[in-house]
């Protein structure tokens, strides 16, 4: 219908104004931003910037105060009322929560990694007893761990792989779905300088695969060259957003972190170190 906007070209993300409160602080402050489809973007910001309550906007498990005009503060994929079951297939999470949901010592922590990548299909967090698992089921398994290099976690219980590999097992599972965009939290938590960057190299292939990648960090280094948009938060709000030429620049990230920060780009990637003064220098 002419005048009505295609839903592939509509964005991925888009807050206008979203504020969220809790124990009576705004841990999101009126925040106001879109993530288009094909935009590879990075929200950066220092702990308490906000950043954790914007995963949990698209997760559910935070709401927006209703805005005074009747506006929605929420839109995703152009809809500001979503199924949850429904939105999983066609925007993948992968955050610290699940993280912790699937890996952290509990019972949910023994399942094979085949199963942690089918649950993503049933929308739970394991195989729940009666589920209908078909062969088309474990075909989509198979070839999300194959994307991101996991066949050989197939058969191995997610509480006995290292962070990186149950990392890799989780993106699969979020990937099973094929959606259009896929978020990551802290992607790069507990992995030391080699996973790191063994990881960093999936997350860059699936970019250039055409999933749509959003990296909610606070390590510069976690940012792949194919990103090519930056949001700095700040106190629940966005400090400045641009290109990330524009944006990745020592003044703005000593601004936003409160601190002087030196900034390094090396072969597409950036590094930051605090330059604080030499004590008697």
């Known amino acids: 219908m002419e005048g009505v906007p295609s839903r592939q070209t509509e964005p991925v993300l888009k807050l206008v104004d979203a ?49 005074d005009d009747g506006a929605p503060p929420v839109e995703v994929f152009g809809d500001s009322r979503w199924n949850i079951f429904e939105l999983r297939s066609r925007l993948g999470v992968v955050s ?26 049933l929308s739970t ?33 997610l509480n006995e792989m290292s962070t990186g590999e149950a990392r890799r097992v989780l993106i699969a599972r979020a990937l099973v779905t094929t959606p259009q965009a896929l978020v990551l939290d802290e992607p790069t938590a507990g992995l030391d300088m080699i996973a790191r960057r063994r990881f960093l190299e999936h997350v860059s292939r ?13 390590h510069v280094e976690d940012i792949i060259p194919e990103v090519d948009h930056v949001v700095l938060l700040r106190a629940g709000r966005v400090a400045v957003s641009g290109s990330k030429a524009s944006i990745l620049t020592s003044t703005h990230l000593s601004t936003v972190f409160d601190a002087p920060v030196e900034l390094q780009a090396v072969g597409g990637h950036y590094y930051a170190q605090a330059g604080f003064p030499v004590e008697g220098a």
Do not use: C, W
């Open 96 to 121: 610290q929560d699940l993280h912790q949901r699937f890996v952290a010592g509990n019972s949910e922590g023994s399942i094979r990694g085949e199963d942690a990548v089918l649950s993503g299909l």
């Open 125 to 157: 967090y394991g195989i729940v007893r009666h589920a209908r698992v078909t062969d088309a089921m474990r075909r989509r398994a198979a070839d999300a761990l194959a994307r991101t290099e996991a066949t050989h976690l197939a058969e191995k219980l």
């Open 19 to 67: 504020t969220v409160v809790k124990n009576g602080v705004r841990v999101l402050d009126r925040l106001t931003m879109t993530i288009r489809a094909g935009e590879h973007t990075a929200i950066l910001g220092p702990n308490g910037a906000g950043k954790t309550s914007l995963i949990n906007l698209l997760t559910h498990q935070d709401r927006a105060l209703a805005r």
């Open 206 to 218: 699936i970019a250039r695969e055409g999933t749509t990648i959003i990296l909610v960090t606070h």
